[in-house]
């Protein structure tokens, strides 16, 4: 496969970072390993851009109607009728958020991080959890793709986790 990433860091958030974010070869290696599912977008291009609560609040509220910061964003491109371009889209992921959850949820930040790349790039493929059979089929791919990463199952509750009922991020499985 041949996935180009165009990782992004928001200039707040190189000021002042507590937790690294996820490199260019990991997130290349997430994306490859949900791509792989996908191989008629094996050779595809998407960004990764990573940003505070503030970006992620105001992008949310605008494209969501839903004014609170979120885990993942997903903007799909939408190919002119005509051309082949090999662009997926944008991810925007919220690194306090993540860092937030991976704490609250006992999770390993990379795991967490990996698994907010997964669902994003499905979302990019055209994967939705709206309805209870499109959930259950794309929490099995994000299962059996993470796994192909050693990472275990994030919908399966860590030890000592206090669920979280009120958080408004984009997936809420995913955090639950």
């Known amino acids: 496969m041949s996935i180009v990433v165009d990782r992004q860091v928001a200039s707040e958030l190189e000021q002042d970072l507590d937790q690294a974010l ?4 990991r997130l290349a290696a997430w994306i490859d390993a949900a791509l792989a599912k996908f191989p008629a977008h094996a050779n595809s291009e998407l960004t990764v851009r990573f940003v ?6 105001m992008l949310n509220r ?9 885990n993942v964003l997903s903007f799909p491109f939408e190919v002119p009728e005509g051309l082949e371009l090999p662009l997926l889209g944008d991810l925007v992921i919220c690194h306090p958020v993540v860092v937030g959850e991976a704490i609250d949820q006992h ?21 939705d959890h709206i309805e209870d059979d499109e959930a259950e089929h794309m929490e099995s791919l994000e299962r059996d793709i993470l796994a192909s990463l050693g990472i275990t199952d ?3 509750a860590a030890p000592c986790a206090t669920p ?13």
Request: aromatic letters at 6%.
């Open 62 to 70: 605008d494209y969501r109607g839903k004014d609170s910061p979120t």
């Open 107 to 127: 999770k390993a930040l990379d795991d967490h991080y990996a698994h907010m790349v997964v669902h994003g790039t499905l979302h990019l493929l055209g994967l």
């Open 22 to 25: 996820p490199s260019q070869q």
């Open 154 to 156: 994030p919908y399966i």
């Open 52 to 57: 505070d609560s503030d970006e992620s609040q």
């Open 164 to 176: 979280k009922h009120d958080s408004d991020s984009e997936d809420e499985r995913a955090d639950a």
